[in-house]
């Protein structure tokens, strides 16, 4: 994409996971024409200045399918201009979790603006607390030999032999 004076305009690119994209697909009112909108979510424990934008949405005009070797085909990348706040919004919820309709019985929104290379700096860094909390033991268990999958099969075939088998559990030939 071009900007102003000819050049190329720098880009973000932000991956998600395929949940967190949405494709809706819709008739333009005016022409009749087949349209595509897509509703970005972002994933809890994303967080800008110290403010959690987990849950908020942003409707990109592209949503490409994941090309990076890091990700799997699951991954969807988010290209943003560079120079161009990112727009969130989010219902506005009551004490229960329900929405509030603002006068015209629509839902009331609640709006910010976030620059695209913070936005995927936080990306990153939700990622990564998210990793240290579910992932880090697993994979050190895995790296010493004492736990992971193979040690619980042991474990399961020490009970089971500690167990034996009863006599009418042995299989008769017909």
């Not at 949405?22 to 022409?31: K, L, V």
């Not at 120079?83 to 219902?91: A, F, G, I, T």
């Not at 006068?103 to 990153?124: F, M």
Request: charged fraction near 35%; include cysteine; glycine fraction near 10%.
């Amino acid at each position: 994409m071009e900007g102003p004076e000819g050049k190329r305009r720098e880009r973000v690119w932000l991956s998600f996971h395929e949940r967190y994209v949405r494709r809706t697909e819709h008739a333009d009112r005016e022409t009749g024409e087949e349209r595509v909108l897509f509703t970005v979510t972002l994933p809890r424990g994303t967080e800008v200045d110290g403010v959690d934008l987990g849950g908020w949405q942003f409707h990109p005009r592209y949503v490409e399918p994941n090309h990076s070797r890091y990700h799997d085909e699951h991954w969807r990348e988010v290209p943003l201009l560079a120079d161009r706040p990112v727009r969130l919004s989010r219902d506005v919820l009551d004490a229960d979790g329900n929405p509030l309709p603002d006068g015209e019985g629509r839902n009331q929104k609640e709006c910010a603006e976030v620059d695209p290379s913070r936005l995927g700096e936080a990306l990153i860094e939700s990622r990564r607390r998210w990793y240290e909390l579910n992932c880090r033991g697993r994979a050190e268990e895995r790296a010493d030999g004492a736990g992971g999958l193979s040690a619980r099969a042991q474990e399961a075939r020490a009970a089971s032999e500690a167990i034996g088998t009863p006599c009418d559990a042995t299989p008769r030939r017909r």
